[in-house]
Structures are given as structure tokens and as C-alpha cells.
């Protein structure tokens, strides 16, 4: 379910120089178009990980899935940008359900010590649906957005009646909202959302910035498509290691390793003049991103699992950073560029990238927080 979820969140890159030509759209509105996605994540991953934890992750997924599929066959028939704007941003809302749901069954099924294995496997199978995404969205500019977006719903329908022959592992449990908005608060769980949404914002932007820049180079659907595929692919193999070392050796190392390598990758974009080195660059963040997303998102996890919250509102809370990151990389890296070019958004990210390096050194534990032994 998220493989199949993030392959057509990640379908629309090769699909974006197509719109700008036919629709007329300038970055901006090219960048609000990619965002529109982590906007409907971001504003409903709260009420996703309230939905998990009172309902069940099953039945949460299977709304999600019924959802993706109608929004995604509204998305491959219309040809206006509100509606391809609303159709996207119901999309997010339906990936925020599939996350949420999916992810608390991933967590609650698997033993504790193995958190950073588990949620590294899973989004290294979330990166594989990204190498689908970009040869999707290069297929549908080529033949067209409405059979390969409305192949969506028959797929959601049969996920979801999969989905619903499978077993929870654990009954909903029920939190009050003063218990959860005290978790939500707290200086641990405020840091590590900001772990998982800075390199989110480096996405977000990249998204815009990198198919736009290829497009501009002479570079086809075909370039931008192998060049997220490739990265998608490193990325893939990288996460469940990086989610296995950090069980071992602590979130931080890995974590700061994989963001040094994102803001290195990022100035490099800023300087790119060719074709080659723009996809080098493109490669690179992927890299980074391997190893720095699955500590980040087991640190909050972890820090749920201490503090008593439910996975569920962990689950959502991890949605909302990652959304709130993809949206103001998107939009911001969209409407900067407008203004500026693209050097200017691709160095302020690079800085950021830097300064949450500096903090996490700061605030993450060095080594792997010991597991009491069983019996």
C-alpha cells in the first residue's frame, strides 16, 4: 500500500514541463502543482493518526486507498489547475490515511528493538514505488494522463479488499487529547519532527527545481524520469540499512552523515551549468536522503513509545512533518526561483541542511539508547 501510494506522489515530475507548456504555468504555479500533494498530507496526517488510533490502521488504510484511486482518475481527466490542484491535494489527504494506517500496523506488528530495521524497510519499499512514479508520469505524458491515472482506482479497490482478509496486531487504543497535546508539545517530539521535515524541505524544492532546470539543459521526460528513477533506486537499497545501523549505533551518526551529504549535493545544483552535473547532484541528495530519513523517523517512534503515545499519532505527526517540509520546499523553491533563478533557494537549503546538522549533534543521543533485556 505506501509503495503503491508513492508512485503516484512521485509520478508527477516528469510530468510538470508538460503542464507549464500546455497550461502556461510559472514555477510558482508549478511548484504550488507539487505541492498540492504533502498540503493534503500535511493537513490531514493529525486526523489520520487520530483516525488509527480509534478506529484501527486496516479500516484507516482502506479509506485511504478508496480515496487515492476516485481522486486519482479526477486527476487523469481534467486539464484545468484548480481542479488538477484539488484532485492533488485530495490525493495527499488519501496518502496521510495509507501512511498513518500502514505504518502503525508495520510498528505495532514488530518487536521494539527493531524499530529502526522495520520503519527502514518500509520506506526503502516507499522509495522503490518513487522508481515507479517518474516512468509513470514520463508514460502518462506520452499517452496520456487518463488511462494511466485511472488505472488507479481498480488497483485501490483491490488493495483494499487485501487489506481487509488481513489481521491487526493490536486492538485501537484510546488517549485522551490532553495526553496527546502534551506529547505533541514536548521539546523531544518538536525536535524530532523539525529532524524529519528539514530534509523534506531539500525535497520539496528539488522536485520543482531539478525537472525545470533538466527541462531547461535540453534534457526530455525520459532525463528527468532516469534521474529520479536512479536516485529512487539508491535511496531504495540505502534506507533499511541506514534503519539497521541506527538500531546498533544510535539515530544521530547516520542522521548527520546523510544530511552533510544533501547540503554538499545542494550547492552543487546552485553551481550546475550541464546536464551531467545536475543529475550527479540529483543522485547525491538521494544518497543523503537514504541515510538520514529512517533514523529521523524512528526518533519520533522511539520517543512515542516512551512518552506512551500512540503509534497512530506518531505515525501522523511524521506525515506532517514530512508534508509541511514538501510544501514549503515546493512553493518556496517554486516562488524564489521565479524571483531569483534557482541558485538562490538551492544554497538557503544548503545553509539549513547545515544549521540542523549543527543542532542535532546538539540534542540527538550519540549511541543507541540500551533495550532492558527480555524476561
Known amino acids: 500500500m505506501i509503495f503503491f501510494d508513492v508512485a503516484f506522489f512521485a509520478a508527477i515530475a516528469p510530468l510538470l514541463p508538460t503542464y507549464v507548456d500546455e497550461l502556461g504555468l510559472s514555477k510558482a504555479q508549478a511548484g504550488i502543482l507539487s505541492a498540492s500533494y504533502a498540503a493534503g498530507t500535511l493537513i490531514a496526517s493529525l486526523p489520520a493518526g487520530f483516525v488509527a488510533s480509534r478506529v484501527g490502521p486496516r479500516r484507516t488504510v482502506i479509506v485511504g486507498l478508496l480515496i487515492l484511486g476516485c481522486s486519482s482518475l479526477v486527476f487523469g481527466l481534467v486539464n484545468e489547475i484548480y ?68 488505472s488507479v482506482l481498480v488497483v485501490a479497490v483491490f488493495l483494499a479488499i487485501c487489506a481487509s482478509r488481513l489481521p491487526e496486531a493490536r486492538s485501537p487504543e484510546r488517549q485522551t487529547l490532553r495526553e496527546v497535546r502534551e506529547t505533541m508539545l514536548s521539546k523531544p517530539i518538536r525536535d524530532a519532527a523539525v529532524f524529519v521535515a528539514v530534509p523534506s524541505v531539500m525535497f520539496g524544492a528539488i522536485e520543482v527545481l531539478v525537472p525545470l532546470r533538466i527541462d531547461a539543459l535540453g534534457g526530455g521526460h525520459g532525463v528527468i ?23 546498533r549505533v544510535g539515530r544521530r551518526n547516520p542522521y548527520v552523515l546523510g544530511l552533510s551529504i544533501c547540503a554538499l549535493a545542494m550547492i552543487a545544483i ?62 518556496g523553491g517554486g516562488v524564489v526561483a521565479s524571483l531569483t533563478g534557482n541558485a538562490i533557494p538551492s544554497v538557503s537549503i544548503a545553509v539549513l541542511l547545515v544549521l540542523t546538522v549543527v543542532y542535532a ?15
Open 83 to 150: 481542479l488538477l490542484d484539488g484532485a492533488r491535494f485530495t490525493q495527499g489527504i488519501a496518502g496521510a490515511l495509507i501512511w498513518s494506517g500502514a505504518l502503525t500496523w508495520l510498528i505495532t506488528a514488530s518487536p521494539e528493538e527493531s524499530r529502526g530495521s522495520v520503519i527502514g524497510t518500509a520506506l526503502g519499499t516507499a522509495v522503490a514505488g518513487a522508481l515507479l512514479g517518474p516512468a509513470l508520469g514520463a508514460a502518462a505524458a506520452t499517452i496520456g494522463t487518463g488511462p494511466v491515472f485511472g
Open 225 to 247: 524520469a532516469g534521474g529520479f528513477i536512479a536516485g529512487a533506486a539508491l535511496e531504495a537499497v540505502l534506507a533499511p540499512i541506514a534503519g539497521r545501523y541506527s538500531d
Open 270 to 331: 546552485a553551481l550546475a551549468q550541464t546536464l551531467g552535473t545536475v543529475l550527479a547532484a540529483l543522485i547525491m541528495t538521494s544518497l543523503g536522503a537514504g541515510l538520514c530519513f529512517a533514523p529521523a523517523l524512528t526518533l519520533i517512534s522511539d520517543i512515542a513509545e516512551s512518552s506512551s503515545l500512540h503509534q497512530g499519532f506518531a505515525a501522523g505527526l511524521s506525515n506532517m512533518a514530512w508534508a509541511s517540509g514538501q510544501v514549503i520546499g515546493g512553493i
Open 361 to 375: 549533534f546538539r540534542t540527538m543521543e550519540p549511541t543507541a539508547t540500551p533495550r532492558p533485556a527480555a524476561g
